[in-house]
């Protein structure tokens, strides 16, 4: 297998967005209003802050992740490379509110990944992002990686049995 994926631009678009607003919101009170100590403190702060994630939006956005029967290899402004046998850590956690985790839809899941003094961190609106779970999961089992309940339940609710190298039905 060696596919690459990457983050869809409808995952990224509604970052772009907020981020511009920020920044038009920070820099407009910066541009028109008498420059006072709170007002740098507070406008200037918020204004390095959208800056920042816009700068992590595009980030996201350059972002391709591929696959093959070795290992992972993340590419956006460097590139880092983790090898399935030298995985020693996965953690798989979802984000969201408990009405979004009742109801089903909403909230996020973000996939940690370590070895060899290497870290990535990748979050479910990935286009592919269960074929990558699936083959971190069977990595870490063929590894020995002993995961947390919340990561072991995370795998089963997407279908992915953390202890066999059947999934779970679904």
């Known amino acids: 297998m060696n596919a690459t994926y990457r983050y869809p631009p409808s995952a990224v678009m509604g970052d772009y967005l907020r981020s511009a607003v920020g ?5 407009g009170v910066l541009l028109t209003v008498p420059i006072s100590t709170v007002i740098l403190i507070v406008f200037g ?3 390095v802050i959208f800056l920042l994630f816009g700068l992590r939006t595009l980030q996201r956005h350059l972002t391709q992740i591929t696959l093959d029967q070795d290992g992972i290899l993340r590419r956006d402004l460097v590139s880092q490379t983790l090898r399935w046998q030298d995985l020693e850590y996965l953690r798989l956690r979802y984000f969201g509110t408990h009405r979004q985790q009742r ?10 990944l370590r070895g060899q003094g290497r870290r990535m961190k990748i979050e479910s609106d990935l286009e592919g992002f269960e074929d990558v779970t699936r083959l971190a999961a069977a990595a870490a ?3 020995g990686v002993s995961l947390d309940p919340a990561s072991a339940g995370n795998l089963l609710a997407m279908g992915i049995d953390p202890d066999f190298e059947e999934t779970a039905p679904g």
Request: charge should be positive.
């Open 141 to 143: 089992r063929t590894n």
């Open 45 to 47: 702060g918020l204004t």
């Open 23 to 27: 920044l038009a919101v920070g820099l």
């Open 103 to 112: 109801g089903g839809s909403g909230g996020f899941m973000q996939l940690s």
